[in-house]
């Protein structure tokens, strides 16, 4: 550890990989810019939602941000977007190449093709933090990198979040991958018995009707169509294993309407309400 000024110099004459953490505003700032500096080919930002306003408000770091980008390295960069900083994202927008959105972001850090920082999470508001962790040992820098890039493919288009927000019509969004079939089962039903409007359902298979029908799925297609008056399309392969089921359908719900799908699929799809 150190609490020495960080010179330019210093950096350029290590010979071997540290890690080392500097205490100071001034000194965190001149890590900051010095670290924008030496990038070559790409920077990578992952932040808390009080940093937009840091990049904006102070102005020798929003140059230092605008110089990087003149210069070729392409910035992507990775915050939560709120009411609050709205105006600030929109400004950082037109600085950066890619700016995403992730919910609850915990924690700060910065990425160059060799080098690692990351500023102290706590701050006075207005100001850069007062120590920041410096490294380029490659194996931290490798991890860092890896978890950057799962942050990012969670992360939605910032001109997706904005819209949303000054639409007022923010949703906790997410993706979720259900791994057990008894709990994949369980929601499909629960979807299918939360239908207000409207259906759209491609089965794969002629026997994954025959199996949604044991899961008593289709029981509930034919009362939300009889009762709420909702519009269910069913792609999906005719054939004898459930032509049975198929002419319940046209006895029970004529108003569901049921298209041959030609060949078997490797997936199906329910889109319930849009």
Request: glycine letters at 4%; charged letters at 25%.
């Amino acid at each position: 550890m150190t609490s020495a000024p960080y010179h330019y110099e210093d950096k350029k004459s290590l010979a071997v990989e540290v890690t080392r953490v500097f205490y100071g505003v001034e000194s965190v700032v001149n890590v900051v810019l010095q670290f924008l500096t030496q990038a070559n080919n790409k920077i990578d930002a992952c932040v808390d939602q009080t940093r937009p306003s840091l990049i904006i408000d102070i102005d020798i770091l929003k140059q230092a941000f605008v110089v990087v980008k003149k210069r070729g390295i392409k910035l992507r960069y990775i915050t939560e977007i709120t009411k609050d900083n709205l105006s600030y994202c929109k400004q950082l927008l037109t600085m950066v190449n890619e700016l995403r959105h992730l919910d609850g972001i915990k924690g700060n850090l910065y990425l160059s093709e060799s080098e690692y920082l990351a500023p102290a999470t706590f701050h006075e508001k207005g100001k850069p933090a007062s120590q920041i962790i410096y490294s380029n040992v490659k194996e931290i820098v490798e991890h860092q990198k890896y978890v950057f890039d799962t942050l990012w493919a969670g992360a939605v288009p910032a001109e997706q979040k904005i819209e949303q927000i000054e639409e007022g019509t923010v949703d906790h969004e997410y993706l979720q991958v259900i791994k057990s079939q008894n709990k994949a089962s369980r929601i499909f039903t629960e979807l299918v018995k939360s239908i207000e409007k409207e259906a759209l359902i491609f089965l794969p298979s002629d026997k994954v009707m025959v199996r949604i029908d044991k899961l008593g799925i289709v029981n509930h297609l034919i009362r939300a169509s009889l009762e709420k008056k909702v519009t269910i399309k069913i792609i999906c392969p005719l054939s004898e294993d459930n032509k049975e089921i198929l002419n319940r359908i046209n006895k029970e719900a004529p108003s569901i309407q049921v298209l041959n799908g030609e060949g078997n699929s490797l997936f199906g799809m329910c889109i319930v309400d849009k």
